[in-house]
């Protein structure tokens, strides 16, 4: 039997920003861009009933989402979703992979173009500890949420929260609710756009639609 076969019982704990996510999302189609192996996509389908789609780049990760019994195609978000309708699906998530994207404007333009609403989240460069890391230390910065070397890391844009909105704000992407989070997922009470949100904030996490007026 599939995995998914096996529903019932108490949903598995997801990871703390991935719990916010599923939380956004009341149902409709879903297409999660970057999958991994399928944590959210297992956990939509199983218990929010949601027709969930993903799409990501490893091979390995593909296989351990057929392994479940997920839909998950093999692509990549610079190249591949250009080849998706307009509105085809109500919610795309992009969780913790913008920075690793070559294009990172663009894959949020096919975002907000492919979905009703696009739910985004990464890491913030521009939290404290990075900041003291690179005056001080003098050398790129090794956090416990950003644990790779300079050498070995897939994150290739470094973005901070107020990069971010900036984009947004430029794109005309309107954000319909935003929140800062610590390196386990846990929300600040701190609104992005406040200045302390950039500095506190390890990760952060929007909701996002395309300007229809």
Not at 117 to 140: E, K, Q, T, Y
Not at 172 to 194: A, C
Request: net charge neutral; aromatic share 8%; with cysteine.
């Amino acid at each position: 039997m599939s995995p998914l076969g096996a529903g019932g019982g108490a949903p598995p704990p997801l990871r703390g920003d991935l719990e916010l996510v599923a939380a956004m999302i009341d149902g409709g189609r879903v297409l999660d861009v970057g999958c991994g192996e399928g944590e959210l996509l297992a956990y939509l389908t199983l218990y929010k009933g949601v027709d969930a789609r993903g799409m990501e780049l490893s091979q390995t990760g593909v296989n351990a989402c057929v392994r479940r019994g997920l839909s998950v195609i093999q692509g990549d978000a610079d190249h591949d979703l250009k080849d998706y309708p307009s509105d085809s699906f109500d919610y795309v998530v992009l969780s913790q992979t913008l920075q690793a994207t070559r294009q990172p404007r663009g894959v949020l333009e096919h975002l907000v173009r492919i979905g009703r609403r696009a739910i985004v989240s990464f890491p913030n460069f521009g939290h404290w500890r990075v900041r003291i890391g690179l005056s001080l230390g003098g050398r790129m910065p090794n956090t416990p949420f950003l644990g790779q070397n300079w050498y070995d890391t897939p994150n290739i844009h470094f973005c901070t929260v107020r990069d971010f909105l900036a984009l947004c704000d430029e794109m005309g992407v309107v954000l319909e609710r935003s929140v800062t989070l610590d390196r386990f997922g846990r929300p600040f009470r701190l609104n992005p756009r406040h200045g302390l949100a950039n500095m506190l904030a390890e990760q952060a996490l929007f909701l996002l639609r395309r300007d229809r007026a």
